[in-house]
């Protein structure tokens, strides 16, 4: 409070996305309340990028391993596309053996995801080290063993499929899971781990990468956990392709009603006439904020 009349705020977000900031004057909110606001993404921090991927922990010989590095500013916020900074890996394989490479980014991602695979005919360790803008990503170098293949089949992405909840309907607040069952292209479930499942989830602007739990058995769990309803979009991808039935629509509802959260309007709330029926409007909407949808009506 200036003590002139004006009224300063400060916050700081770490977050990137699109805020609404609500300014209330008793319940009313003051003119161009709720005003949007867009927190970009910072620069690119190479601590906070990540590798991701089995292929930097373990692995078979002359199998693909596939891993990616995600850059993330300082907060741990996604870079969109486009960026153009060096991303590389530097891969040893034995001593006085080593390749560097320059990945490329993936335009199949709406946020900065570069791609690589390791490759070698050798049981052995080998060190895989990446960076971004010169320093190491959180984790880097990474050692990866390689083991002798033993009959395992490639995953087809047409014929690996997904099961669960989680592809169809959740509630906001609450994590709903699904199950991808790896198989090979003659539709045989694979019993060994390994393929690197890409999950994207969107609605609107929303954007997110979620990472599966490799169980080791041919199958990878999923966790979607978002606390914004809405219908999204999560598209299941196996090396670039989608897997079968993929993209998924699902359909995120409310949490339960909560009182702290629900609003009053109208104007028989502050005045009225003798004889004359007051009105005033009940908006229910759950703890995060949304609107509440009941079977019947809009919550209203």
Sequence with gaps: DAGDGTYSFQQQVTRSGVYFLGVFLGDEHVAASPASITVQVGAASSGASIGEGTGLVSGLINVR?????????????????????AVQTTITYAVGDVVSETLTQD????????????LDTQVRDVTVAATVAGGGISGSPFTVSLQAATGIGSPSA????????GISSSTAGVASSFVIQAADTNGNFLTQGG???????TLGTFYRVISPVDNGD???SVSVDVTAS????LAVNYLGAGISGSPFSVDVFPAATNAQSSSLSGGGLTAGTAGVEGTFTIQARDQFSNVQRYFFGDGA
């Design 230 to 233: 809405g219908t999204y979009q």
């Design 65 to 85: 391993l596939p891993f990616r590095v995600l850059v993330r500013d300082v907060y741990g916020n996604q870079l969109a596309s486009g960026y153009t900074g």
């Design 158 to 165: 047409s014929k690996c499929f997904a099961e669960g909840i």
């Design 195 to 201: 393929a690197l499942f890409i999950n994207e989830l």
């Design 107 to 118: 335009t199949a991602f709406q946020t900065a995801v570069y791609s690589s695979y390791v």
């Design 218 to 220: 041919g199958t990878y």
